[in-house]
T-cell receptor, first 113, second 119 residues
């Protein structure tokens, strides 16, 4: 049973436009959500996160929105740049303490110049 | 920020041999490290939680005798793939948290990963 779902395996966006990546989760115990960016043959790098007490967190071109009632979060990238082309993973964790992250399957973003 | 170093980044071995992958936390101590595995076009699957000074905790379906984990110090965890077979070929990634850092206990920092190819 997949607890974190990214239903779009790929997304293509034109440079300068907004990229919206979606993520759904099923475990109501999740209280912290993160987005990671991954290039081929490299480890994921942390992008942005949000706590369940918030509904929005913004960092430069990246904004994460959380809708707890819908168990849905999204990552907005605006404006999109060719260097943003990568696989984006949504991840979630439950409770405090040193617990592992549960990842979605990822969405491959291609930003076309 | 926190840095996790992983070595080797790429290894090719013959079937039946064992391969050791090292994961080091630089500039911070990690009592817990996590080992993930990624198949092509798949998600990152948690294999095991490595605990300093004690036995690792393995996820369901992961053979502990096949994937030996040793967390001998606060900065080093190793994953040994024993008697490797072609189906063990995968991308293995370790991670850790710098709980003293700005992100506290929430952000996992990942190593660069190790691609294992078993012939």
């Amino acid at each position: 049973d997949q607890q974190v779902k990214q239903n779009s395996p790929s997304l293509s966006v034109q440079e300068g436009r907004i990229s919206i990546l979606n993520c759904d989760y099923t475990n109501s115990m999740f209280d912290y959500f993160l987005w990671y960016k991954k290039y081929p043959a490299e480890g994921p790098t942390f992008l942005i996160s949000i706590s369940s007490i918030k509904d929005k967190n913004e960092d430069g071109r990246f904004t994460v929105f959380l809708n707890k009632s819908a168990k849905h979060l999204s990552l907005h990238i605006v404006p999109s740049q060719p260097g943003d082309s990568a696989v984006y993973f949504c991840a979630a964790s439950a409770a405090s303490g040193n617990t592992p992250l549960v990842f979605g399957k990822g969405t491959r973003l291609s930003v076309i110049a | 920020g926190a840095v996790v170093s992983q070595h080797p980044s790429w290894v090719i071995c013959k079937s039946g041999t064992s391969v050791k992958i090292e994961c080091r936390s630089l500039d911070f101590q990690a009592t817990t490290m996590f080992w993930y595995r990624q198949f092509p076009k798949q998600s990152l699957m948690l294999m095991a939680t490595s605990n300093e000074g004690s036995k690792a905790t393995y996820e369901q379906g992961v053979e502990k005798d096949k994937f030996l984990i040793n967390h001998a110090s606060l900065t080093l965890s190793t994953l040994t793939v024993t008697s490797a077979h072609p189906e063990d070929s995968s991308f293995y990634i370790c991670s850790a948290r710098d709980v003293t850092g700005w992100a506290g206990a929430n952000v996992l920092t990942f190593g660069a990963g190790s691609r294992l190819t078993v012939l």
